[in-house]
């Protein structure tokens, strides 16, 4: 079983910093890609930032340039860099990563829990 947990979230002011951090840990074989997906209540959920297995990163124009999303395999972990920070950045924020059990090739995603944070004065 694998689980994904996030954590970081919180309250912060705008122009302020946070680092969200996605731990895998259960009995799998790889990670691959691994995304941060944010959702405000009552939409649905975006893509914020996306990272390869070889740890190529993508961003949805909203964030790049503030955010930074990075990989340490050795700890099965994807790290969400979130600096000037504004108050739009408010959200519940989830990562998703594709993972494959077994020495196979089937991938299969797992979510986390999510965890809020809130860009407020």
């Known amino acids: 079983q694998v689980q994904l947990v996030e954590s970081g979230g919180g309250l912060v002011q705008p122009g302020g910093s946070l680092r969200l951090s996605c731990a895998a840990s259960?009995?799998?074989?790889?990670?691959?890609?691994v995304e941060w997906y944010r959702q405000v209540s009552g939409n649905e959920r975006d893509l914020v930032a996306a990272?390869?297995?070889?740890?190529?990163?993508n961003y949805a124009d909203s964030v790049k340039g503030r955010f930074t999303i990075s990989r340490d395999n050795t700890k099965n972990t994807v790290y969400l860099q979130m600096n000037s920070l504004k108050p739009e950045d408010t959200a519940v924020y989830y990562c998703?990563?594709?993972?494959?059990?077994?020495?196979?090739?089937?991938?299969?995603?797992?979510w986390g829990q999510g965890t809020q944070v809130t860009v407020s004065s």
């Open positions: 990272i390869s297995k070889s740890g190529s990163a």
């Open positions: 998703k990563a594709g993972v494959r059990r077994d020495w196979t090739i089937n991938e299969y995603d797992y």
């Open positions: 259960g009995s799998f074989y790889s990670i691959n890609a």
